[in-house]
């Protein structure tokens, strides 16, 4: 699963729906009503494109979210993710914060965050 935060016209979520596979999904959070109209506007399209709907745009301030954004902001600062080896000790560090994390957080369950390189 891949979370797009600020996920705007959701670009990046559609290239991320594409790398998931079949039973993957990818999450954009936006707070903007226009973005978000935006991008479900190709959500049909590319659903048929893609043999099923594998991208979701949900309303809603990042800030708001149980995740700890700014510890995964650190890490991936520190580790971008560019190889295979980088994603599975990105694997291994979520597994460490779920162990940790406090019962009202989110944590990072199940999710993959990728940084997309311009
Ligand atoms: C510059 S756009 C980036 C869009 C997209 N990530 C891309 O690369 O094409 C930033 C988006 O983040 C959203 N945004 C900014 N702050 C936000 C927040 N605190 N919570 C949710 N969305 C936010 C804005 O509404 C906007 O659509």
Not at 32 to 47: S, V
Not at 51 to 80: M, N
């Amino acid at each position: 699963m891949v979370l797009d935060l600020g996920s705007g016209s959701g670009k990046v979520c559609y290239i991320a729906a594409q790398l998931v596979g079949q039973t993957g999904r990818a999450i954009g959070v936006d707070i903007n009503d226009d973005m978000l109209a935006l991008a479900r506007k190709y959500q049909g399209e590319m659903a048929s494109k893609l043999g099923g709907v594998r991208a979701q745009f949900l309303k809603g301030y990042i800030q708001d979210l149980a995740l700890d954004v700014e510890a995964l902001e650190g890490y991936l600062a520190e580790h971008p993710v560019v190889a295979a080896s980088d994603y599975v000790r990105l694997q291994e560090w979520q597994a460490e914060q779920r162990l940790n994390a406090p019962p009202d957080r989110g944590s990072f369950c199940g999710c993959c965050y990728l940084q997309l390189r311009a």
